[in-house]
């Protein structure tokens, strides 16, 4: 009994010892955590991927990423007591010693994978030292990692073709696909390629590499692993003859969620691949248009989860300034905001649908803005005003709901505003696109009016989503404002798209010096934006949201699903034609403004009918605004007129320049100089 203290003494101590070494001296696992940083869709497509610091294309894969029958045939080849042995395989390692011995040298060997996983994270010169090392390290794996982790660390690192490393590097690579479905041909060209990577290389060494699978498919058959028809059939699959490029879709999005978490070594986005790639190449095709190096950045963002399906941030990564974000840059809005100026006017009972509004010539101070055709259109509705995107109204009903107060209800829904030139204060510039935004916050602020005007954060990660909301309207404004965009004129040649079937309310937007084109809409449960210019914000004339970005996001439209179901607010589309309050009939009292002259235009050549007698016809001349009565000059001669009425008629005696003036009950002028032809 004695003897056998010792013995136990000594063992314990072993044990310690063992216990002490793998405590102080694990295995270095950083070639298995520096993989290479990747970005996938919604379903685990991937998106785009990034070279690791040392320039390897190094994906982290899974036992779940890879086709099973891959990983059988792995097994069954490399190391068929896999499940069972604890990292060295002691059969493997008698039969390799005993060939050793027998014959003079190695016959074959006997690395598991778990002894392979331990020198793919530790190179080191062959030997029998470092098989030594090699045993140990794969024992202290199978004490630390499961077994499939253990497979996920050989998925991860084992080499393939020049400075492509892992299963799912390799196939994206050779045959431009994940490996969750493979051939049985793929799959014993990936085992046999770890084995002679450059030696075997298939585009490079095709004939090698197909003897290389032919050895991999016999020994399988000789293992009854997979019968003779298989083996021969897979034996004629072709190999690849070219390296193919790694999937790069959204690469500036990518490239901002990286950024972000540069810890994370796969990045699961909300995007849909497919629609992603349909959307870059019909953005790629329109920019051909475009001979002035403009760029397009759009996104597309299902609204009931805010989850942002489809993200361009340029459609030329690598052209001039193309690794910009453009859908993250900030530029003037235009008149995308005078949807939310209205929607607010309505809550608050300043203005309704069919409240008339005077799109007549207005100081505000030093300032005299023009609509964006330079003319004016007398009194017309706010529901026409928004659709014409009119501009002295949408600065009226500014002024009155006060400009500071519509930028806060902006900036506590989420959106950025920045203010030009070092500017500390909002003005009624804001409505005309006086302040800087992106594209990102102007379709988060576009998704509010598709739920019942509450504004939610965006979502770029499949993560869980920010529940947190805040109203910008409320859902009666949201609808009525919706319903006014959505019958709204079509851009140019969109008549005919398949985007005719759904109804899109939207608004375009042009910033001052035809800098940026805008697009906003909303149908069946999306939202798209679209932005055209270029990245340096020099001018483009000519160009204009109605024109240039429009017709893009109608096309987009076209690519999306239809989602089920409708904005829930309260009115229906017939509310546009309600019957408005008499306090709410006119936004503003005529008495308060003064009398603007209609007809004839200011500088207008007038060509009058001719009577009978060969002389020119009667001239109408007709007023809005001002204190009635209106008195009527023409030439300095006073004209009769109704006083009830703000117009009058007078007969010229013949072709030639007449004056008109016109006088409101308050003394007001206004004046016209003409041609009669």
């Known amino acids: 009994m004695r003897p056998r203290k010792p013995f136990l003494v000594g063992a314990a101590t072993g044990v310690l010892l063992l216990l002490g070494l793998d405590l102080f001296f694990p295995p270095d696992m950083s070639r298995y955590e520096e993989a290479s940083q990747a970005v996938t869709d919604a379903g685990g497509q991937l998106l785009r991927a990034f070279t ?3 320039g390897m294309w190094r994906l982290r894969t899974d036992v779940q990423d890879v086709d099973p029958r891959y990983l059988d045939l792995l097994i ?10 604890p990292g060295v395989d002691p059969l493997a390692l008698a039969r390799a010693l005993g060939q050793w011995v027998s014959s003079g040298h190695v016959v074959s060997g006997a690395s598991t994978l778990t002894m392979q996983a331990a020198r793919l994270l530790e190179p080191r010169q062959r030997g029998i030292g470092a098989k030594f090392v090699e045993m140990l390290r794969a024992l202290q794996l199978e004490r630390r990692y499961s077994k499939r982790e ?10 393939f073709i020049g400075n492509v490393e892992g299963v799912q590097a390799a196939t994206l690579s050779l045959f431009g696909k994940s490996p969750s479905q493979l051939t049985v ?5 990936l085992v046999a390629l770890p084995q002679s990577p450059a030696a075997r290389h298939p585009v490079n060494h095709p004939e090698a590499a197909r003897a290389g699978r032919g050895e991999v498919l016999k020994r399988l058959v000789e293992r009854d692993r997979l019968d003779s028809q298989t ?3 897979a034996g004629e699959e072709g190999l690849p003859t070219a390296r193919m490029p790694f999937p790069f879709l959204a690469p500036h999005l990518a490239q901002g969620l990286i950024e972000r978490d540069k810890s994370s070594k796969r990045l699961v986005s909300i995007l849909d691949a497919k629609l992603q790639a349909s959307a870059e190449s019909l953005i790629k095709r329109e920019a051909e248009w475009y001979n002035d190096q403009a760029s397009i950045a759009a996104i597309a963002v299902r609204i009931k989860d805010r989850a942002v399906r489809m993200y361009v941030g340029g459609h030329d990564f690598f052209g001039p300034q193309g690794q910009v974000d453009l859908a993250k840059a900030t530029r003037s809005p235009g008149s995308t905001l005078k949807p939310f100026i209205y929607g607010m006017a309505f809550d608050e009972l300043m203005a309704m649908p069919q409240t008339r509004i005077q799109d007549l010539p207005k100081r505000f101070g030093d300032w005299a803005p023009k609509n964006f055709d330079r003319d004016y259109h007398g009194r017309v509705t706010v529901q026409a005003a928004l659709q014409q995107s009119l501009n002295l109204p949408a600065l009226a009903v500014l002024e009155r709901l006060g400009p500071e107060r519509f930028a806060a209800q902006l900036r506590t829904a989420g959106a950025t505003l920045q203010l030009p030139g070092g500017r500390t204060s909002i003005g009624l510039p804001l409505a005309l696109g006086g302040v800087g935004m992106t594209l990102r916050d102007l379709v988060m602020l576009y998704a509010a009016l598709g739920d019942e005007g509450k504004a939610k954060p965006l979502r770029y990660l499949a993560d869980a989503a920010d529940e947190r909301s805040f109203p910008v309207m409320s859902p009666d404004a949201a609808w009525t404002i919706l319903g006014i965009l959505g019958d709204g004129p079509r851009p140019d040649g969109i008549a005919d798209t398949g985007s005719l079937s759904r109804r899109i309310s939207y608004k375009t937007g042009t910033s001052y010096g035809f800098r940026d084109a805008w697009a906003v809409g909303v149908s069946n449960g999306y939202v798209v934006g679209v932005w055209v210019g270029r990245a340096d914000g020099t001018p483009r004339p000519g160009f204009y949201g109605r024109q240039a970005a429009a017709p893009i996001m109608f096309k987009l439209f076209d690519q999306l699903p239809q989602e089920s179901g409708a904005p829930s607010g309260l009115l229906k589309e017939a509310s546009l034609r309600y019957e408005t309050p008499l306090a709410l009939a006119r936004f503003e009292d005529d008495d308060d403004l ?4 209609l007809y004839p235009p200011d500088s207008s050549l007038i060509e009058l009918a001719r009577q009978k007698s060969g002389g020119l016809g009667a001239l109408t001349l007709r ?9 009527w000059l023409v030439n300095g001669m006073p004209i009769a ?6 117009e009058a008629s007078w007969q010229p005696d013949g072709e030639g320049f007449v004056h008109v003036v016109v006088i409101d009950a308050k003394d007001r002028i206004d004046t016209a100089s003409v041609r009669l032809k």
């Open 231 to 233: 083996a021969n059939e």
């Open 623 to 631: 007023a809005e605004g001002g204190a009635l009565p209106l008195r």
């Open 594 to 597: 003064k009398p603007h002259i």
């Open 641 to 646: 007129s109704d006083e009830r009425l703000s």
């Open 150 to 159: 253990i497979l996920g660390i050989y998925l991860t690192l084992a080499p």
């Open 185 to 189: 041909g793929e799959s014993a060209l």
């Open 52 to 54: 690791t610091t040392d």
């Open 76 to 85: 069954a080849y490399e190391d068929k007591r896999f499940w069972r042995h």
